[in-house]
């Protein structure tokens, strides 16, 4: 059954952080399945993996959670939250940090404390935080030092009338920057029925930590997804439109029942994955339309100075840093999914009934099978990541949404039973 575009996109938003490495669905596969050894030829089994420390530039924030950045821990909040609170996995240790005695926890003479937060992370000693006004019309970008101080606020954007909202995203924290997306949403006229237009216009812009100085780096941002920064190097994901192509909505009355809800994505949006370079303006296409670039629903794209990127069914990374692109891999079996955490570029493939995951090291290009015990799915999902721990959701059971710890050793190796919530 076929959605509106518009759903799908606020769906797949919502339902990322449970859907994007599951992969793919299928009953439970038999022993010979299980048994089987058709991992990729130069995989291996011993390779030790990751264990690489959380990046300290291009720094992103994740759905209600962050990485510590000192500690081996994370940050962490609910939907709508206004206090953080601290988890250290190796111990078990949950605490709110905030040294004040007797301290509700309820204002912003707290620590703890930043007002309804919509994105947070931790960078070069300070908290910075995307918060809401009570009445959602405004947004701030705040910050207090993790040890404790008063918040300050570095930049806002507020509504001037009632037919006007903003909605900003912390999209990453680099060199001394913050990159936030923001969308001005303007309403027209509200008609007898109770419908109504809305305009939006986006840009994706800048603000120096140090001055609070708003920059604007892309005028017209709707079409430019962004992976990450380094120094004055961005990547983009730029989405265009074939030239044929009809509007949805006449598309879609001409389709028979049971079309695939993303046939009209694969027929007529096409990709550029590029460079820019935030100063000069200057960009560098790295895979233009004509190319199978092929997209992944993960928000784990960017890690440190290195991007993952799939064309056909290889998969190579952009060294930001370096400026120049590596091809990793390129599986016998198509790629279904791929993401990029503690310096592996991830990437599941489809056997017959069962997912094969697979994890490459971009600094030594050692390819290493992640047993998934012949699962129709990926058994164990991480979603983020401290020094020596993933955070992530149990892929065993749908309905479990709960947080779950593991140590990244675990992970690799397929324990996946030694995750704890």
């Known amino acids: 059954m076929l959605t509106s575009r518009r759903m799908l996109s606020l769906l797949l938003a919502a339902a990322a952080a449970i859907v994007l490495l599951t992969g793919c669905y ?25 264990g690489y420390p959380v990046p300290t530039e291009n720094v992103t924030s994740g759905i209600m959670c962050a990485c510590m950045q000192t500690q081996d821990g994370f940050w962490l909040w609910t939907m709508g939250g206004k206090q953080i609170t601290a988890f250290e996995p190796a111990n078990g240790a949950t605490y709110t940090p905030c040294s004040q005695v007797g301290c509700k926890h309820t204002d912003t003479t707290c620590s703890a404390y930043f007002g309804t937060i919509e994105d947070l992370v931790e960078y070069d000693g300070s908290f910075y ?15 207090r030092p993790v ?36 969308i001005k949403l303007i309403r027209g006229d509200i008609a007898e029925n109770g419908s109504y237009t809305e305009e939006q216009q986006s840009k ?22 962004l992976y990450g920064v380094w120094e004055n190097t961005a990547i983009f994901r730029v989405t265009e439109m074939a030239e044929d192509a009809p509007e949805f ?42 190319e199978n670039f092929v997209m992944t629903v993960d928000f784990n794209r960017c890690w440190n100075q290195f991007v993952v990127y799939q064309v056909n069914n290889s998969l190579y990374v952009y060294d ?10 390129t599986p016998k079996e198509s790629v279904r999914n791929y993401w990029i955490m ?53 892929g065993k059971s749908e309905n479990d949404a709960r947080n779950y710890y593991i140590r990244k050793e675990d992970y690799y190796s397929g324990n996946f039973s030694a995750a704890f919530y």
């Open 147 to 182: 040890s404790g101080g008063a918040l300050q606020t570095l930049a806002s954007w507020k509504a001037t009338d009632e037919n006007t909202d903003y909605r900003c995203n912390l999209r990453c924290i680099s060199f001394g920057k913050a990159y936030i997306g923001v």
């Open 320 to 329: 930001m840093e370096k400026k120049a692109s590596k091809l990793l891999v």
């Open 249 to 290: 909505e006449e598309w879609l009355a001409q389709q028979p029942e049971g079309t695939a809800w993303d046939e009209y994505d694969r027929q007529f949006i096409r990709y550029r994955f590029l460079t820019r370079n935030l100063q000069t303006g200057e960009e560098q296409v790295l895979v233009d339309t004509s």
């Open 342 to 394: 503690d310096g592996c570029v991830n990437y599941l493939v489809r056997w017959d009934d069962a997912v094969g995951a697979f994890a490459v090291d971009v600094a030594t290009g050692e390819i290493s099978e992640i047993d998934n015990h012949g699962a129709g799915l990926l058994e164990y999902s991480p979603l983020y990541e401290s020094d020596g721990y993933f955070v992530g959701v149990n």
């Open 204 to 225: 994706l812009v800048s603000v120096d930590l140090k001055t609070g100085e708003i920059s604007t780096a892309i005028e017209e941002a709707s079409q430019y997804a």
């Open 129 to 143: 935080a995307l918060v809401s006004g009570d009445d959602f019309s405004s947004i701030s970008l705040v910050t």
């Open 26 to 50: 299928a009953p439970a596969s038999t022993e010979t399945d299980a048994e089987r050894s058709t991992q990729e030829s130069n995989a291996s089994s011993t390779v030790k993996l990751g």
